[in-house]
Each structure stands twice: as C-alpha cells, then as structure tokens.
C-alpha cells in the first residue's frame, strides 16, 4: 500500500480549516486540519522523515490561499501506539499558536458508526498528479468500518466535471474523512492505493485510521480539551 492517500475529486472552495503541510522544506507534504484554534490534526506517519526515519520539522502550513501562515509550531505529537507502516493508530497532533482564521469546519463525529455507508474526503494535495499541481479538493466514496479501520471504495480517476468522484491524489494523508450522512469526521485518511490504480479503470481503495477506535479517539479528544 502506499502512503499517499486520497482525493482528487472537484475543487474545492472554503474551508480555511483545510492546510497542506510541508515538512523539512517541502520535502515532504501531507494534509491536516485544525479542530480548534491551535490544533491541526494529521498522521503520525508524515510527522517522520522518508529518508531516515527522524522527527520532521514543520517548515510550513499552506491556507486556502496559497498563503504560509504565520504561525508558530509549538510540539508535534504522534499517537504513542503509532507503529511505521500500520494504519491502526496513524494518528497525529499538532500544537501551533493561535489559528485567528478558524471556522470549526470539522467536527468530530460520534461513536458507533455504521458498519457501511458513503464517505466525502476533503485534501490539501496535488490536485494533478502528472504535473504536481496543488490544490484542494473533494470526493465520494462507499466504505465499509471494519475494526480500527475505514476502508473506502470508489473510482481511481475522476468522472463527469463536477461529480467529485473519489479519484486519488497524493500527498493527502492526514485529510478528514467526513461520514456523508452525519456531516462528521469519523477517521482520518492514511493510506491508499492510489499509485497503483491512478489512471486506471481499476478501483481505489484507502485506509483510514478510525476514530471509532477508543485509543485514537481518547488521545484527539484529550489533546482537544488540553489546548
């Protein structure tokens, strides 16, 4: 699997709450989304570098605009279960001051989420995975939830202009995953297959990190009441 995940739908307007994250000088980028003024949430995969393992340094926090918000970088925090490689507790905080454009796009959805449903996936990636353009953008997927995971379905590759299919970009890892139904993040995106079905008529499949899961769920709601 890779650890690029998810969306490249349509385009998206709004949520200010959405950033891209550039870490050690653009040389790597995720996707994150504050649930309070100074707190983003991402995984704890794209808090360590690809190239040795180490603690990454956030070098910066992209708006909707295109803008590096001036903001300061206080603690970067993995989920202390977070095992390299594993989906199970990819799950990550980030202490930063204070966010004054903050909306409360995100909500954190309750417990005991539906075994299936449809999912809407929002990401700060590449929104043109050829010529490495970035952007944001939404999709659809079906899902199912299967233990400490989200697992969506949908096309690789976007449909019809305006359908916002769940077609893959890279570089959204640490998107919200939005229960359709409940208009509630129930997981957090991870991993997909995203280069391997990117162009095809084969379907995409991701992997979420659930909050369902007590512990994720535990430690983004302690970090939420901390800060």
């Not at 808090?47 to 393992?53: E, I, N, T």
Request: charged share 20%.
């Amino acid at each position: 699997m890779s650890v690029f995940a998810l969306v490249n739908g349509q385009p998206l307007l709004g949520k200010p709450d959405l950033v891209r994250l550039e870490f050690n000088e653009r040389d790597s980028i995720c996707s994150g989304f504050f649930v309070n003024p100074s707190l983003i949430v991402t995984v704890a995969h794209c808090l360590y570098s690809w190239r040795d393992g180490r603690m990454a340094k956030l070098t910066g926090i992209i708006s909707a605009d295109e803008r590096k918000l001036d903001l300061e970088v206080l603690e970067l925090i993995p989920h202390p279960k977070y095992e390299e490689g594993w989906a199970t507790h990819d799950l990550a905080v980030i202490k930063v001051s204070n966010y004054s454009a903050f909306e409360g796009n995100f909500l954190i959805g309750d417990m005991d989420v539906p075994i299936y449903g449809r999912l809407i996936y929002y990401g700060a990636g590449k929104i043109d995975m050829e010529k490495k353009i970035y952007g944001r953008s939404s999709g659809e997927a079906s899902y199912l939830a299967l233990n400490s995971y989200i697992f969506g379905l949908g096309p690789s590759t976007s449909s019809k202009k305006g359908e916002g299919s769940a077609s893959i970009a890279s570089n959204d890892s640490g998107s919200p995953v939005i229960q359709k139904k409940t208009g509630k993040v129930i997981a957090i995106a991870s991993k997909s297959t995203a280069i391997d079905t990117s162009g095809s008529l084969l379907p995409a499949v991701s992997i979420s990190s659930s909050l369902e899961e007590k512990s994720n769920r535990d430690f983004l709601l302690n970090h939420m009441i901390q800060n």
